[in-house]
Nanobody
Framework: QVHLVESGGGSVQAGGSLRLSCVASEFPYCVAWFRQGEGKEREGVAG????????FYTDSVKGRFTISQDSSKKTVYLQMNSLKPEDSGMYFCATGIVCVLRAAPYKFWGQGTQVTVSS
């Protein structure tokens, strides 16, 4: 069982920034961030492999979001810049053994942290 705790969400205006944190009890192969807006499906945002630190992003956040990790703290961060209203939603981190931006392969999930971006 892997326990994950997200933090760092909040309300910001468009163009603003937030940094999300995900603290894990242990790091399996991959950690990813997902988000789910109201009435929308959960979508993958960014992921990082715990070993080599390879990162991957969904197209809509490339150049604006950066995922990073601090292995000593078992923490993965998501730095979000130039936020847009469409970035709003509940953000979840998840761990799994496959680094993809689909929710199904991820076995362990946190409770989420809310991000609201106003125009």
């Amino acid at each position: 069982q892997v326990h994950l705790v997200e933090s760092g969400g909040g309300s910001v205006q468009a163009g603003g920034s937030l940094r999300l944190s995900c603290v894990a009890s242990e790091f399996p192969y991959c950690v990813a961030w997902f988000r789910q807006g109201e009435g929308k499906e959960r979508e993958g945002v960014a992921g990082i492999s715990s070993g080599r630190g390879n990162t991957f992003y969904t197209d809509s956040v490339k150049g604006r979001f950066t995922i990073s990790q601090d292995s000593s703290k078992k923490t993965v961060y998501l730095q979000m810049n130039s936020l847009k209203p469409e970035d709003s939603g509940m953000y979840f981190c998840a761990t799994g053994i496959v680094c993809v931006l689909r929710a199904a392969p991820y076995k362990f999930w946190g409770q989420g942290t809310q991000v609201t971006v106003s125009s």
